[in-house]
């Protein structure tokens, strides 16, 4: 496969509960909730289809019928947005898996509905598609300085090599300097192997992908934020409206 080869494919992970931030989740599932005058979800696949996409899966669960009706309702011109229920939660990984009967054959980028960031003004979803190559990478990760999120996110997920570009959990976790971003790049293939669970985090593949040295970040330094909890909620709020 080319390195040129275009991403056309995303895969919204948009399953969760979202119960950090209850009581606005009791009645509504968390990638509806409102960020810039719009549901957060609908900001991503907006950036999404701007950015070439033009097949989305999204998997869901916690009222997933209003989800999905809201998501029908304003899925934007020339995509297709495709659900994957899951009855029982899957998690990162299994709800992947599951997808894969939509997903195609080629790489495809995975993006959670919480993870907020100016497309318009700083790019992430085009560069990072470009920098993708699937006979280097088999994952690589959109990830952001904790210098960047220390205000609501201060322990970092991996320690990142600028020069090689390859991320690391060496203890301790205090030397951790970079953010995952919530988006990345992967290949139906990671998703294949029979010996997985039905039910796997992400982080269970990234983990042997350090291993293998098929995993790899790439910086992303323009503003961002995850509303995972009430805090991060405002303070996307904040950075969206410009305030």
Do not use: C
């Amino acid at each position: 496969m080319s390195k040129a080869t275009p991403i056309t494919t995303a895969m919204v992970l948009a399953a969760g509960v979202g119960s950090r931030l209850r009581p606005l989740t009791d009645t509504m599932p968390k990638p509806l909730l409102n960020v810039g005058g719009k549901p957060v979800v609908i900001r991503t696949l907006e950036m999404l289809a701007a950015a070439g996409i033009r097949h989305v899966v999204m998997n869901t669960h916690y009222l997933a019928p209003m989800l999905e009706t809201a998501v029908r309702a304003a899925t934007p011109s020339g995509m297709t947005v495709r659900f994957s229920h899951e009855d029982t939660l899957l998690e990162t990984g299994g709800g992947i898996k599951k997808a894969l009967p939509l997903l195609g054959d080629g790489p495809f980028v995975v993006v959670n509905s919480d993870a907020v960031w100016l497309e318009e003004v700083k790019p992430l979803l085009k560069p990072l598609m470009a920098a993708f190559d699937p006979r280097v990478h088999d994952a690589l990760l959109a990830v952001v300085s904790t210098k960047d999120t220390k205000d609501f996110l201060p322990l970092g997920d991996f320690k990142f090599d600028k020069k090689t570009k390859m991320l690391s959990r060496t203890p301790p976790r205090e030397t951790w300097d970079v953010i995952y971003g919530g988006v990345h790049v992967t290949t139906p293939a990671l998703f294949m192997a029979p010996t997985l669970p039905e039910r796997f985090s992400l982080n269970m593949l990234w983990d042997d992908l350090r291993a293998m040295k098929r995993l790899h970040g790439w910086l992303y330094t323009g503003g961002w934020r995850e509303i995972g909890t009430h805090q991060g909620l405002e303070l996307a709020r904040a950075y969206v409206t410009g305030r």
